[in-house]
């Protein structure tokens, strides 16, 4: 009984060798302020990873999308209409190989 009501009285912080449970609860103070600063710069990375995943699907979706026009262009039937505009047509006669030979 009379541990408890020292311990409510505070006397281990005023007492003449109260200096060492002073440093005690100074380090455990920083230890605490480090662990808080701690938990919220993994918070911040946790919103960080989160903002750059939504950001990679878009950028994957506008890739996708791009992809699948360039492929649509490329079609035979697509070049052949855009030149027949221009007033190119296909050739008629099939092209001719050229052979060089070293001497």
């Given at each position: 009984?009379?541990?408890?009501?020292?311990?409510?009285?505070?006397?281990?912080?005023?007492?003449?060798?109260?200096?060492?449970?002073?440093?005690?609860?100074?380090?455990?103070?920083?230890?605490?302020?480090?662990m808080?600063?701690?938990?919220?710069?993994?918070?911040?990375?946790?919103?960080?990873?989160?903002?750059?995943?939504?950001?990679?699907?878009?950028?994957?979706?506008?890739?996708?999308?791009?992809?699948?026009?360039?492929?649509v262009?490329?079609?035979?039937?697509?070049?052949?209409k855009?030149?027949?505009?221009?007033g190119v047509?296909?050739?008629?006669?099939?092209?001719?190989?050229?052979?060089?030979?070293?001497?």
């Open positions: 009984m009379n541990n408890l009501r020292s311990i409510l009285n505070i006397e281990f912080l005023i007492k003449d060798d109260a200096l060492k449970n002073w440093r005690m609860i100074l380090f455990l103070s920083l230890l605490a302020v480090i808080i600063s701690s938990g919220h710069s993994a918070d911040k990375k946790i919103f960080k990873i989160a903002s750059l995943n939504t950001d990679i699907k878009l950028l994957k979706s506008e890739f996708i999308e791009a992809k699948k026009q360039l492929l262009l490329k079609k035979e039937s697509t070049v052949i855009v030149l027949s505009k221009r047509g296909s050739a008629s006669s099939p092209p001719i190989k050229i052979t060089v030979s070293n001497e």
